[in-house]
Nanobody, 118 residues
Framework: QVQLVESGGGLVQAGGSLRLSCAAS????????MGWYRQAPGKERELVAA???????NYADSVKGRFTISRDNAKNTVYLQMNSLKPEDAAVFYC????????????WGQGTQVTVSS
């Protein structure tokens, strides 16, 4: 089994920055890509950013140029640096990891709240 624990959420003013962290533990060999999803009230969960074990990244169009995903494989931790935050970025952010054999976003963290005040 794999456990994902997020941290770093909170309240920030529009234009500010936050960095989210997600520490993975357990059967790390079962995961390859890691990513961040978010879900705002009344909206579907959406992929914000993802990073492969080799370091390739992809981003939702809405966050390109503002968010940066990175990964420290030695620490089994993935980060999401969020700059120039907007009120519409407010959501619960979830860390996720893909199963290396079964595929798909198989493992999920408990979520961390990001609130952006205008």
């Amino acid at each position: 089994q794999v456990q994902l624990v997020e941290s770093g959420g909170g309240l920030v003013q529009a234009g500010g920055s936050l960095r989210l962290s997600c520490a993975a533990s357990g059967s790390i060999s079962r995961i390859n890509a890691m990513g961040w999803y978010r879900q705002a009230p009344g909206k579907e969960r959406e992929l914000v950013a993802a990073i492969t074990s080799a370091g390739s990244t992809n981003y939702a169009d809405s966050v390109k140029g503002r968010f940066t995903i990175s990964r420290d494989n030695a620490k089994n931790t993935v980060y999401l640096q969020m700059n120039s935050l907007k009120p519409e970025d407010a959501a619960v952010f979830y860390c996720a990891a893909k199963h290396s054999v079964l595929g798909g976003w198989y493992y999920w963290g408990q979520g961390t709240q990001v609130t952006v005040s205008s």
